[in-house]
Structures are given as C-alpha cells and as structure tokens.
C-alpha cells in the first residue's frame, strides 16, 4: 500500500505527457522496439506501471505455487487469461484487511473517454490510451492487459482462471467474527442473561424473559399439583392402555362427574304442551343409571319463566387424604385454589414489562454504543445531496459533529444490489466447480462442458442484474434520488443530549420551533435517538407510514384468508371422518354376537349369510337395528325377550365338526334363527355391523372386503379423510411459517425488529389459530351457525360438531388433543435444537472437500440463524394454551413449566454452540411479547367459568348482590340488541339469561367478578397508552417516556481508541455488512463466452 501511494503521489506530481508521434501504438498494442534502441526513460505512467507490474508478477507467482498440481498430477494446457477474482484466497485476505476488517475501494470513475488515443489527467486520473491510473491511493490500475484495483487481478496468462482453493483459516477466522460467542462462553447452560449484553440487548430481553417465565411457571405448576390430585378422586373415565390419555382425562373436572345422584332439571314440555318439572334425560345414562325421576325427551335445561325449580339429590361424595367431602363444596374450593394461580400470574404478567424496561436500562447503562451519540433527522428538504450541509447546521447550533450519513430512495437499486449478490453467490460456486474439474484429470471433458455452461448461465443471469443496475445508475429508470433520513453522530454526550432538547418531541415543540432551528429557516426538523445501525432497514426507509400501514393490512388480510382456507379444509376432511365412522360398543357385541374374537373370525357360512342378509333388509326397511351406538340398556331388553328361544333351541341342535360349521355358539345362534321361522332376530343385522367394525378396528377389513362390503366403503373415505386431514395440517406448519417470513418483508418495515415484532404476532396468532380454536371449532356444536349456513355450500362441512359443553367428552375428544399439541410442539423444537448442532458440525466437515469457493466454506463455518420471532411465537402460543384451558385442565401447567424450562436451558446451548449472533435488535420484539401476556389471563377467566358451570351449583349470594342485576340485564339487552346468531351465542343457550345464571354460581362467581375487573384494567391501560401517546405529543417533558438522561459516556474518540464502543463505529450503510453487496465494484465487460 506505500508503494502504490508513492505511484499517486508521482502521477499527481507529473504533468500530462505530449501527444503521441505518428508511430504511437494503439490502446492495448505492446511496441515492438528496433534492434539496439536504447530503453525509453522512465516516466510517471511507465514507472507505474512497471511497480504494479512487479507487485501483480509477485501475485501471479503465489497464485501459481498455491494452485500448482500435486505430484502424479497433470494439469490440462490453458491458454489465454487468468481471472483472479475477489472470492480467491490471496484476494480475499487483503480485501478483508487481514481477516474480518472490510476494505473497500474508492475509486473514481472518469467520465470522459479518450477517442484519439491521447493522454488525461484531471489531478485525479490518469490515462494515457494504454494505461489508466485512478488517484485513490493506488488501488485501482489498468494497462490494457492488467486490471488490479486492490481486491481484484486480471491478467492474460490462462483463458479461464485458475483453480484456487479456500483456505480453511480465513474461514475459522470468519467463523469466530461471525460466531464469537461459540468460544467466549465456556459453559453455556450456566450462563447468565445479562453475561450476554455484549450481543445486544435484544438478546438479553429473550433469555431474561425466559428465565422469569421459567420460574413463575415452576411456582403455578407447584400450586396446580392439588387441583391435579383432586381431579383424580373422581372416577368417571376407566382406565386406558394410553397412559397418557388416561392421565390427561382422569386430572380434568370431567373426572368429577356426576356431582349428584340425580338432579331436577325443571321446566320441560310434555307430549300435550304443557310445562311439567322432571329430571334431565342424562340421568339414565351419563348418570350411570341411577334412579331419578321420569324424564321426557323435549327436557330444557334452565328454570327460568317455567313451572317447576331446579332440584338435586344428594351430592356424591369424594375421598381425598381420609376426609370425605361432597363434590359440589370440591369445585368451590377448587375454584378458590385456581384463583391463587390466577393471581400469582397476573403479577407475573403485569410486572413484566417495567422488569424489562430495567433491564434495556442497565444494559444500555453499562453499554457504550454508537446510539449513545446519535440521533435520526426526518422531514429535512428532500434535494440535500451533501452531508456537509447538515454537518454546518448541526455544528453551529448543537455541538461539534462526528458524523453525518444520509439515507436515499434507493429501495429498487439496493434491492437490485442484494439480488446480485445472491445470483454472484451462485456463479462463484458454479465457476470454481468448473475451474476445479478442469484441472482434475479423472474429471471428463463432457462433465467439465457442462460445469461450464451451467456457469455461464449463472453468469447470463448476472449480466441480467448489472444491465437493471446500470440502467438505475443512468437514471434511465426509477425516481431521481432524494434524500429520505439522516443520522448525525456527535462527538460527546452532552451535544447529543443537547440536540435532543432542542429538538424536543412533541406537536407544539415542532409547530412552535424557532426559525433558527429549522433548516433553511423553513424546515421543521423531526428528531429522535437513532436506532442500533444494524436494525436498519435502509430499502424500506423510503416507504411511508401510511403506506406501510396499507400494506400490513393487505398481508394481514391475506394471512387470515390463508387460515381460513385451512379451517374449511380441515373442518370438511373432518366432518368427512367423522360421518364414515361408526362408534360401537366391543363389549356389547361380544356378548350378543356368535363371532370368534380371538382370532377375529366367523367361519360358520350359514350364519355369515343370515347376518348379512338380515342387515340388508333392515337398511331396505330404514330400521335402527344396524345402528352400532345402540344403548346397553337397550340391548339387555331385547336380550330378554329373545332368550328363551336361543336357550331352548340350543338344547336340540346336534354340533357338527367341520371347519364350515364354527363353533358351538354360531351353530346356536343358526339354529335359534331357524326355530324363528328364518326370521332375523333382534341382533342379527347388529352383529353385521360389529363383525365388520370389529375388523375395521383391528385393521383388517380388506380381509372381508368382500363380505363387509358396505363398510370397507366408508372405512376407505375415513383412511382418505384422516390422511387428508393430517396432510393439510402438515403442510400448514411446513408452509406458514416461510410463507409468513417472506409476506412480512413485504410490509416494508424501517428496522429489522419491527419487521420481526410483525412476524412474532402473525406466528403467534396463526399456531393459536391452528393449535387450539381450530379444534375448538370444527369439535363443538353450533346449532346457530349450522342453521344460517343451510342451503349454502357450507352445509354439511362447517359446525358438524356433536360437543355442546364442558362435559366428559370434551376432555377426551378437544382437551387431549390440547395438552399433546403442549407436549410434542415444544419437544419437538428442542429436538431440532440437537438436529441443527449436528447438522452445523457435519455440514463444517462435509465443506472441508466440498466448497470450490472461499464464500462457501465461510458460509458453512458461520452458525445458524438464532431466529427470535420464531421463539417468540412459539413461547406465546404455549402460555395461550396453557393459561386459556388450564382452568379446567390444571396438569397443563406443570407441563408448560417442563416446556419453558427445558426452552430456557437448551436455547442457551444453541445460542452458545450453534448459532450465529443475531442482529442487534432494540427492545420491541420483547416489549411486544410482554404486552400480549395479560390477554392469556381474560381467556383463563372465560374457560374456567364456561367449564365449571356445566357443573350446576346454588348461586353466590355475595356476587350476585354486586354484579348480578348488571349482568342479567346486560343479557337482557345482548339477547334483544345482538344480531342472529350472535344474539343466542350462535344457538349455543336457549336464553341469555343462561349465561348469567351460569356465571353467578358459587363455583363461578368470583371468576366472573375478576373477569369484570381485569378487563376494565385492560380497557383502562390500553386508554391510558393512548392518551399518554398524545399528550407526550403536547407536553413531553411530564408524559414522554424514555427520555434520554447523561450516563457518563466518554468523548466519541476517545470510546472508539478504549475499544469501550460496542458494535458498529459508523452508520454508513457501506460499514454494514447486510449492504456490503451493493458497493462492490463491477467491472463491466462483454459477454464473450468466458468464465
């Protein structure tokens, strides 16, 4: 490098040489001198080029020693020129400024071009029609044969460049730039979150919210373990082979039912009209058969307008560390345990956010960063092209100025820029295969051909870019350039503080801004603390708010299209499913039907024939027989009247012994049809049905194809509408997320965490979406919303669902499918923790022999993305779930504590051994996830009092006496106001004043009256946001929040000098490494056919 400006100090020094004589050589045509002349004396452009000459030689011959063959090698004969490239090794060292220090060149380009073969010099270029010398230090010289401008050699030695490996020490190098964090933390799992400022606050908000997140779990989950165990003193769900289904229903309240012997429902319409009181029909069946009151059909289960009350037997009682207590005071006292939990949550949820804001606070307290001394100007005049206009202006009123950097519409150009670099990327790697194969002689000629074209249409699809740039560059497309934003740095605290003070934020600060504060005397300046340089999005700084806003409306519109095409699609396999499937009762067909269960067969081929003729004919005649759902109440009283034939019959039938005739039983069941006159008899064309359901359960209907022809039909549509059904989802999780990734850029955000803050929410809402209400939806009963979608398209595929309540069923058909979903989604998240270590360190290895390129092999020793939004989305949706269905499924919360510990812990594994450091974020994506926590705790309230209420108790007196009149008529109103189907809650309750009576029992009423309250906080706090905004509009001094105060921070250089300053030293968009693509310089050239 001194020589090279020694050569810019004596072309500056010389003056341009004569005009050429007659004999002058043209442009790129070497002399030939006469025999005996003596050697012309040195000048400027000759000694030049002689010392560059020499450097280059000295180049050539490195290059020539590092790709030499190995011994027992042959190296194919080259001719032409050699392309050394920035990508090479030696190149790549001094383009990096030995080892991660970016060097970029400077050169200027002249615009003028000589014609006439003559000589130019403008103090800056020179150019003698041979050679061509650019005053930038020495980095840039041409002389028709060689290029070099200090990061990039071309020479006319071979045609097409030879082969340079990469070096695996830059690529360690650049590995532990990229990567420092893999060998400054030495133990992982034991450090903190605040050892990790150094990788930026955003960071620390993540493993510090974790952690708090971890601990108050592990409290919720030590309080739920006795509503856990009180669950399992119920006995209503049997043992189960799946442990783990039998352990989620058997801690759920379903567990607990019934509550009493018997209960009255009160009012019911008899067969004449009349209003009668009798108990519910579930009193014969989901009551076990107790002895309860007659009840009709037409029974309604509410007591208000109606003759009669609601009335019990005797509550049931439970056992539960030798004390017997009665179910119903159970659920009031479990209702008052969870409330504990709920408080001990709420805490956690509203301190939170002030936890975090300490924290960005300490950090940025014991963290000296560029930010500390810069701020961000808007709204200045649109053609300010020179930084050293708003140098003078800030200079003069503020302080003394370290830095301006000034921010373009170059959206299009940059994203241009960036597309290149991706399509570069790409033709390195296919050029040094190419390269490669050619010097391997094992490789054949044909297979290096077709390296080559593949290469060389890389390389057309480069051209293609630089054409769309060049075109932008000559202003031949796109909007003349405007500045947009800038960033002024400060040389010490107290100017940048100062300018913060001057340029106060607010509407009456900026109205009321004095002339001598605006710019040009005429522009009201709007000024702000930078954000961190790498948080900057510099292509979309030019894209307004509101047109950011009607793009995030349209990718959110678009999202919700998306899920609700998913909804309908599973909702349709589903109905699909569950109508080709027929539930039976095992052990009732065992003991009326005469097939051998062990193994599953019916040999006897008379009985087969009268079983299946017998079902035919009861589908002809629309009877009920088939219907496997049948009761067992109902069986054991046909059984009756049907057994003495069977039992006589038997006792006159000789057995025969041949495989054709079965067993005993069959030939007794073939022997009572006969002694019916070969009439079927009650279970004949039920035993059809459990046969072939049988077989479909142990997976072997195709065995029966034949025979069980109706139902291998319909078992064919459920295997298709389960794999569908299984399939959509898959493709959902596979799908959204990339597909959310690449919607969101194209909101067109101004930094990288609020282009991350949108893409958290969006994750959030979807796996919440598909995790949890989908189910909830597709499984529940909506008579309303079923009656409004009839004769539409819709009918028969959405709100099929046979769920109608928190009864037993929904435990085991949507809460089991809840708490797997809790289990395996984080599990297997973690599990791709191990995946992506592994797949790290094999993919380093594999490189070793693979990579042809030195941007390869550094790509592969760079860790992976330590995406935090993902993380973010993923914690959210578990505290959703968790918090939403845990007031009556409490075993959730241990299992969330599991999910978040085991986050926190191997999250920092990954982080420390992975994972490359994230861009350095400010505090919204943590700020954003705080302020979404609270929201869980209204969910939990309106599931516990949905699910506690199936269970009918007296009202609380004390509640009622507060809120009670305001929420009956609230109902009153919603019933007579809201319209259809929402005025019944979709056809969910007969009466609103259901709602109200359910809300007020014993077991509810302090959730509902915490409910009020917490939402009246919520509306509370969401207002008082609002109002802060705008007042900190009026009068920031009293409610702007994050006002800047002195911290201590050292003059800018003398931070810099001290290595005190952390992260980048500039906002130069050319220092960020994002954007170091779109200031490479491009050496035009034709396209010849050459690598």
Request: net charge negative.
């Amino acid at each position: 490098s001194a020589t090279l400006a020694g050569v810019a100090r004596l072309a500056r020094a010389t003056p341009p040489a004569p005009p050429r004589a007659r004999n002058a050589r043209a442009p790129g045509v070497r002399p030939t001198p006469e025999r005996g002349a003596a050697p012309p004396a040195p000048t400027a452009g000759s000694l030049g080029r002689h010392i560059l000459s020499e450097a280059a030689r000295s180049r050539r011959a490195r290059l020539r020693s590092r790709s030499a063959p190995r011994r027992g090698m042959s190296r194919r004969p080259r001719t032409g020129k050699v392309a050394w490239d920035a990508q090479s090794v030696a190149s790549y060292a001094t383009r990096r400024g030995g080892y991660g220090k970016s060097r970029r060149a400077s050169s200027r380009v002249s615009a003028y071009t000589p014609s006439d073969g003559g000589t130019y010099y403008d103090g800056d270029t020179y150019y003698d029609g041979e050679s061509r010398y650019d005053g930038d230090g020495g980095e840039t010289y041409y002389d028709g044969d060689t290029y070099y401008d200090g990061e990039s050699y071309w020479g006319d030695e071979y045609e097409e460049g030879a082969y340079v490996p990469p070096d695996f020490d830059i690529a360690d190098e650049h590995a532990r730039e990229q990567n420092p964090q893999h060998s400054a933390i030495s133990k992982p799992f034991a450090v903190k979150p605040m050892d990790l400022k150094q990788y930026g606050v955003g960071v620390v908000l993540y493993f510090t919210y974790m952690r708090t997140l971890s601990f108050c779990f592990l409290v919720l989950g030590v309080l739920a373990l006795p509503s856990v165990y009180l669950n399992l003193t119920g006995t209503f769900y049997e043992p189960k082979d799946d442990l783990l289904q039998q352990m989620i229903e058997q801690t759920s309240l379903g567990n607990l039912f019934p509550l009493y012997e018997w209960e009255m429902g009160g009012p019911a319409f008899g067969a004449d009209g009349e209003v009668v009181t009798t108990a519910p029909t579930i009193g014969s069946s989901l009551y076990g058969g107790v002895s309860a009151p007659p009840s009709p059909e037409a029974w309604v289960n509410q007591t208000e307008g109606f003759v009669g009350e609601w009335t019990h037997g005797e509550a049931l009682r439970v056992t539960y560390f030798g004390f017997k207590q009665g179910k119903d005071e159970l659920l009031v006292g479990l209702s008052y345990l969870n409330l504990v939990l709920l408080a001990v949550f709420t805490g956690f949820a509203f301190v939170i956010g002030p936890v975090q804001e300490n924290i960005v606070k300490e950090v940025d307290k014991n963290l000296t960063t560029i930010e500390d001394y810069s701020v961000s100007v808007r709204d200045m005049p649109r053609d300010v092209m020179d930084p050293l206009e708003l140098w003078k202006f800030f200079d003069q009123r503020i302080g003394k100025v370290q830095d301006v950097q000034l921010a373009y519409n170059t959206s299009e150009l940059l994203g241009l820029a960036l597309e290149r670099e991706k399509l570069k990327t790409a033709y390195d790697s296919a050029a040094g295969r190419y390269r490669k194969a050619r010097e391997d002689p094992d490789t054949s000629d044909r297979k290096a051909e077709k390296l080559k074209e593949t290469a060389l249409e890389k390389k057309r699809e480069l051209h293609s870019v630089d054409a769309a740039i060049r075109a932008i560059q000559n202003d031949r497309m796109g909007d003349p350039q405007e500045s947009i934003m800038a960033y002024v740095t400060f040389q010490d605290e107290e100017s940048f503080l100062q300018c913060l003070k001057e340029f106060r934020p607010g509407l009456l600060a900026w109205i009321f801004r004095p002339k001598k504060l605006r710019m040009r005397e005429k522009y009201r300046l709007v000024v702000k603390q930078a954000p961190p340089p790498g948080d900057i999005k510099w292509q979309n700084l030019q894209f307004g708010f509101w047109e950011r806003q009607f793009r995030q409306f349209n990718i959110s519109m678009f999202t919700m299209a998306v899920l609700a095409v998913a909804f309908i699609s599973i909702a349709g396999v589903t109905t699909l499913e569950n109508e080709t499937s027929t539930e039976y009762d095992q052990e009732g067909c065992r003991a009326e039907c005469a097939y051998g269960t062990d193994p599953l067969t019916l040999p006897n081929v008379r009985l087969r024939e009268i079983y299946e003729t017998c079902f035919q004919e009861d589908l002809a005649s629309n009877a009920t027989a088939a219907n496997a759902t049948a009761t067992a109440a109902a069986r054991r009283l046909l059984q009756a009247d049907a057994g003495a034939s069977s039992a006589t019959n038997a006792t006159t039938v000789v057995y025969e012994t041949g495989p054709e005739f079965g067993t005993p039983e069959q030939q007794d069941a073939v022997a009572a049809f006969d002694g019916r006159g070969s009439t079927c008899g009650p279970f004949d064309a039920f035993c059809y049905a459990c046969y072939c359901l049988e077989h479909i359960d142990a997976t072997s209907v195709y065995r029966e194809s034949s025979y069980c022809e109706p139902y291998v039909y319909g078992f064919t549509l459920q295997i298709i509408a389960r794999a569908a059904s299984q399939g959509i989802i898959l493709v959902l999780n596979v799908v959204l997320n990339p597909l959310l990734v690449f919607l969101v850029k194209y909101e067109r955000h101004h930094s990288n965490s609020g282009e991350q803050r949108s893409l958290m929410v969006k994750l959030f809402l979807a796996q919440f979406f598909n995790s949890s209400i989908n189910l909830l939806i597709i499984e529940g009963a909506f008579p309303g919303l079923k009656a409004y979608f009839k004769g539409t398209l819709a009918e028969g595929v959405l709100f099929e669902g046979d769920i109608e309540d928190a009864d037993p069923n929904w435990y085991a058909d949507v809460g089991s499918p809840l708490l797997f979903a809790i289990v395996t989604s984080p599990l297997s998240a973690r599990l791709g923790t191990l995946v992506r270590f592994i797949t790290y360190r094999v993919k380093r290895w594999l490189s070793m022999s693979s990579a042809v390129t030195q941007d390869e092999l550094n790509a592969a020793f760079e860790g992976l993305d330590f995406d935090l939004s993902t993380r973010y989305g993923e914690v959210l949706n578990v505290l959703f779930v968790t918090m939403c269905f845990s007031g009556g499924m409490p075993l959730l919360v241990p299992f969330a504590a599991v999910t978040f510990l085991m986050n926190y812990i191997i999250d920092k594994f990954d982080f420390a051994r992975v994972s490359k450091v994230p861009p350095w974020y400010s505090n919204d994506l943590a700020y954003a996830s705080a302020s979404l926590v609270a929201y869980s705790a209204v969910g939990h309230l309106l599931f516990a009092v949905w699910a506690n209420s199936f269970y009918r108790v007296e009202e609380d007196p004390l509640v009622a006496s507060i809120i009670g009149d305001i929420l009956y008529s609230f109902c009153d109103a919603w019933e007579k106001s809201a319209p259809k189907p929402l005025h019944n809650l979709f056809g969910t309750v007969t009466s609103m004043r259901t709602v109200a009576r359910r809300a007020l029992q014993k077991n509810t009423a302090w959730y509902t009256l915490i409910l009020v309250v917490l939402t009246f906080v919520l509306i509370c706090r969401t207002i008082a946001g609002v109002a802060r905004t705008v007042l900190a509009e009026l009068a920031p001094g009293t409610f702007a929040r994050g006002l800047r105060k002195a911290e201590g921070n050292p003059p800018f250089e003398l931070a810099v000098q001290g290595e005190q300053l952390v992260g980048p030293k500039t906002y130069s968009i050319k220092e960020d490494p994002q954007y170091e693509a779109a200031f490479r310089k491009i050496v035009w050239e034709a396209d010849d056919g050459n690598i």
